[in-house]
C-alpha cells in the first residue's frame, strides 16, 4: 500500500506497523494498570518526518474536545482473527462515524491474550479519531512532541501565548460567535452572564485568561454548531439550563442572622459586578 505526495510514491506500511505496535502497547498497559506512555509517534521514513497521535493520543484528543462518544460495538470472532467496529458520535455537532479493525489472534507466534481487547480498541480509535478537529489534533500532537523532547516547559507556552498568537485568534473567534448568538440564546432565556457561567463550569476556569487554545477552538465549534442548526441551538440552550440548575442545586446556602444575610447580599452584589467586567462576552 502507498499514498501519493507531490508525485512521489511513499510506501506507508511501515507507518501503520509502528502505530499497531505503539498501539499494541499501550492497550497492554491499560489492561495491567500500567502508565501510558506514547501519546504521539515520530519516525523517519522516505527522507520525511512521519507523526502522528496513537490510540492515547487520540483518546487524550477526544477528551480536550469534548462531545464525542462511542455508542455502538459490535464484534464476530473469526479462524484466526477478531473484527470489531464501532460508532462515534459527536454530541456537539450530530456527525457520526465508523470504524473497523480486524485483529490476529495470533502474535509473535503465539496466542496473543489481548487480541480480542485490541480489536475493540482499535475500532473505537478508527471512529473517534474521524471526529476530532484538525485544530485539536495539531494542538494535542504539537504539545506531546514537545514534552517528549524534554521541553514540556515551552510547549506550554507555546499553548498559551500571552497577548497574542493562535489563542488570541481562536479568543477572537469564540467572541464573534458569541456576539452572534446574542439574539436567538436571548430568546430562549439565556443571558450573556447565563452562557459564561456555562462556560466556566465546563472548562473549570474562573477566568477567560484560564482557557487555552484548544478550549476556545473547542468552544467555538460549539457555539458555530448551535448557531447553524436549531436543533443544535436548542441543545445549547438546554446543556445551559441544566448546568445552570445543577449550579445553583449544588450551592445551599446555610442559615444566617439578618446583618449576615445583608452582608452576603452585599458580597454578592460585588461578585456579581466582578463576574460582568470579567466575563469574556
Known amino acids: 500500500m502507498a499514498e501519493e505526495k507531490k508525485e512521489e510514491m511513499v510506501p506507508v506500511t511501515a507507518e501503520y506497523e509502528v502505530v499497531d505496535q505503539v498501539d499494541d502497547q499501550a492497550i497492554i498497559e491499560l489492561m495491567t494498570g500500567q502508565t501510558i506512555q506514547d501519546y504521539v509517534y515520530s519516525f523517519k521514513q522516505g527522507g520525511r518526518t512521519v507523526e502522528g497521535l496513537t490510540l492515547a493520543g487520540i483518546?487524550?484528543?477526544?477528551?480536550?474536545?469534548?462531545?464525542?462518544?462511542?455508542e455502538e460495538i459490535k464484534y464476530e470472532e473469526q479462524e484466526n482473527s477478531w473484527i470489531a467496529t464501532a460508532k462515534a458520535v459527536d454530541t456537539i455537532t450530530g456527525s457520526s462515524r465508523y470504524g473497523a479493525y480486524e485483529q490476529p489472534k495470533m502474535a509473535g507466534g503465539r496466542q496473543d491474550p489481548f487480541a480480542f481487547t485490541k480489536a475493540v480498541h482499535k475500532a473505537q480509535r478508527n471512529a473517534i479519531k474521524q471526529?476530532?478537529?484538525?485544530?485539536?489534533?495539531?494542538?494535542?500532537?504539537?504539545?506531546?512532541?514537545?514534552?517528549?523532547a524534554?521541553?514540556?516547559?515551552?510547549?506550554?507556552?507555546?499553548?498559551?501565548?500571552?497577548?497574542?498568537?493562535?489563542?488570541?485568534?481562536?479568543q477572537k473567534a469564540a467572541f464573534a460567535i458569541a456576539n452572534n448568538l446574542e439574539e436567538p440564546l436571548g430568546k430562549n432565556g439565556i443571558t450573556k452572564a447565563d452562557l459564561w457561567t456555562y462556560i466556566k463550569r465546563k472548562y473549570s476556569v474562573e477566568s477567560r485568561n484560564d482557557m487555552t487554545e484548544m478550549?476556545?477552538?473547542?468552544?467555538?465549534?460549539?457555539?458555530?454548531?448551535?448557531?447553524?442548526?436549531?436543533?443544535?441551538?436548542?441543545?445549547?440552550?438546554?446543556?445551559?439550563?441544566q448546568l445552570t440548575t445543577a449550579s445553583q442545586e449544588s450551592e445551599v446556602p446555610a442559615p444566617e442572622e439578618p446583618a449576615a444575610q445583608e452582608a452576603a447580599a452585599s458580597d454578592e452584589k460585588e461578585g456579581e459586578t466582578t463576574q460582568a467586567q470579567d466575563s469574556p462576552f
Open 59 to 70: 483518546n487524550e484528543a477526544a477528551n480536550r474536545r469534548g462531545g464525542i462518544q462511542v
Open 131 to 148: 471526529l476530532i478537529p484538525v485544530p485539536v489534533i495539531r494542538e494535542v500532537l504539537n504539545f506531546y512532541l514537545h514534552r517528549k
Open 215 to 241: 478550549q476556545w477552538t473547542q468552544l467555538s465549534a460549539e457555539l458555530k454548531a448551535a448557531e447553524t442548526s436549531p436543533q443544535l441551538l436548542a441543545d445549547l440552550c438546554e446543556r445551559i439550563k
Open 150 to 170: 524534554g521541553s514540556g516547559n515551552s510547549a506550554r507556552q507555546q499553548q498559551i501565548p500571552q497577548g497574542g498568537g493562535n489563542i488570541a485568534q481562536a
